[in-house]
């Protein structure tokens, strides 16, 4: 894993974002795995600036999205759906039919097939930006005995309904499944670039970096089997 070590929340979204940028001067039919969440905000913000600049365009780029919470529709201001327009989509040229987002109206496992579909004809990206839960978690993939390879749907765990009730007006609304992609289809990108800033994110950054171990329980710490990972931490996140 190649550790990129940034002043703070800003400094990781520009150095993540120029990552990109150059990625996407060579390869405008570039193949992207997105993430939602406060990570990568910053960064799709800088994508969207570099676009007005004239300096990448998304016309020929293709997305899938890494998990989308069960029950939920698409014009629910909290889906992964609505924030994914609302902090990209929305502002750049990528077309239409170019998107990609898992969707799950209900708990079935009929959907998670379904996607897993459209992620074997998809195929092998070139960059999937990814967070980190706090405890650990990639994508929907939680801290478990065992980890799906397939895109499942998950019962999310305590910490993580918790983590996201931010967004939400109370703890009760706060979905309790969610679609996600399997590890091996997360893993299924040329390049992985994990952003992690702040101090919930120390724990989970430190065992991954430090320990000779991996663990399912702390599922971040497979991305050590992974041949190209860029970690993008800030300061915060790095030291505690
Ligand atoms: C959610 C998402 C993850 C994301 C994580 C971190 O649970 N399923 O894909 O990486 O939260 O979120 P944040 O970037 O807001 O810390």
Same mark, same amino acid.
């Given at each position: 894993? @190649? ?26 039919? %570039? ?13 799709? @913000?800088?994508? *969207?600036?570099?676009? #007005? ?8 780029? #293709? ?10 529709? +698409? ?20 077309? @239409? ?7 799950? +109206? ?10 897993? #579909?459209? /992620? ?6 070139? !960059?999937? %930006? /990814? ?29 993580? *309904? ?30 992985? !670039?994990?952003?992690?800033?702040? @101090?919930? #994110? ?11 171990? *991996? ?26």
């Amino acid at each position: 894993m @190649k550790v990129v070590i940034c002043k703070d929340y800003e400094d990781m979204s520009k150095k993540a974002s120029e990552f990109v940028i150059n990625y996407m001067m060579e390869k405008p039919q %570039i193949k992207f795995g997105f993430a939602t969440g406060s990570s990568p905000i910053g960064l799709y @913000k800088n994508l *969207i600036a570099a676009q #007005k600049e004239g300096e990448i365009s998304f016309k020929y780029a #293709k997305s899938v999205n890494l998990d989308e919470y069960v029950g939920i529709d +698409p014009s629910n201001e909290q889906s992964y759906s609505y924030f994914m327009h609302e902090n990209l989509f929305d502002h750049v040229a990528i077309k @239409k039919e170019n998107i990609n987002l898992p969707y799950a +109206p209900e708990n079935d496992e009929k959907y998670a097939l379904e996607y897993r #579909k459209v /992620l074997d004809e998809f195929g092998q990206r070139d !960059i999937q %930006i /990814l967070g980190l839960g706090p405890n650990g978690h990639i994508a929907f993939n939680e801290p478990a005995e065992k980890l799906n390879r397939r895109a499942s749907i998950i019962k999310l765990t305590e910490s993580t *309904i918790e983590a996201n009730s931010r967004f939400f007006e109370n703890e009760d609304e706060v979905p309790k499944y969610a679609l996600s992609m399997g590890v091996e289809e997360v893993f299924n990108a040329k390049t992985l !670039i994990v952003l992690a800033s702040g @101090k919930n #994110k120390h724990e989970a950054v430190k065992r991954i970096l430090n320990e000779e171990s *991996i663990y399912t329980e702390l599922p971040a710490s497979l991305l050590n089997l992974h041949p190209n990972v860029y970690l993008f931490v800030d300061e915060e996140a790095y030291n505690g």
